[in-house]
């Protein structure tokens, strides 16, 4: 038996995962409601396991470190996120890691997470990491795409697109909602096309 491995990710409706310089959005773009952060909270609370490339690992580091106890960084998810067993898939990171149970799996991303996949009892999640899942996706190691889109257009100051560069794939809607009036969830399944 496979373990699902789902690719979540958060959008501009233009399709970038971040913005850069003169971008003044703040986290998630300023739209964060109630309803959007319960709902994180409660898809990463649970038996699942966490999987992250080194940067997006760096990064959330990097973020954590930066943000008081109270503060909007360490949001319920977010502190859930960090509670989950993670593998970081990294030829350049070494253990051990500033991170609750968290290992580090060197070599070829496609065979780690295929290896996972085929051992794991739990589910797989992956939030961000965008090369890494788009090699996943190629290799066809993605069960489900969750796209969290928020209503902002960042043409001038968005980086990090999202998809590109990837092959093409065909999706089909397994799931959605609208978290706080604005913000939209989408899960596919991934078809290469």
């Given at each position: 038996m496979s373990a699902t491995y789902t690719f979540d990710?958060?959008?501009?409706?233009?399709?970038?995962?971040?913005?850069?310089?003169g971008g003044d959005w703040g986290g998630y773009w300023g739209k964060q409601?109630?309803?959007?952060?319960?709902?994180?909270?409660?898809?990463?609370d649970g038996d699942q396991r966490l999987v992250l490339g080194a940067t997006t690992f760096r990064d959330f580091q990097r973020m954590l470190a930066t943000g008081a106890d109270d503060s909007e960084v360490r949001d319920a998810w977010v502190t859930a996120m960090t509670r989950l067993p993670t593998t970081v898939v990294s030829s350049t990171l070494s253990g051990p890691l500033d991170w609750p149970d968290a290992t580090v799996a060197s070599g070829d991303a496609v065979e780690v997470v295929a290896r996972?996949?085929?051992?794991?009892?739990a589910p797989l999640r992956s939030h961000g990491s965008l090369s890494l899942n788009r090699a996943?996706?190629?290799?066809?190691?993605?069960?489900?795409?969750q796209v969290t889109l928020f209503p902002v257009l960042t043409g001038r100051t968005g980086?990090?697109?999202?998809?590109?560069?990837?092959?093409?794939?065909?999706?089909?809607l397994l799931e959605s909602r609208t978290l706080d009036g604005r913000v939209q969830e989408l899960v596919y399944r991934p078809t290469r096309h």
């Open positions: 990710v958060f959008a501009s409706l233009d399709g970038y995962g971040s913005y850069g310089p409601g109630p309803e959007l952060l319960e709902r994180r909270r409660a898809q990463y996972l996949k085929g051992e794991s009892d996943l996706m190629a290799a066809g190691l993605v069960d489900r795409v980086t990090m697109p999202v998809f590109g560069g990837a092959d093409d794939f065909d999706l089909e």
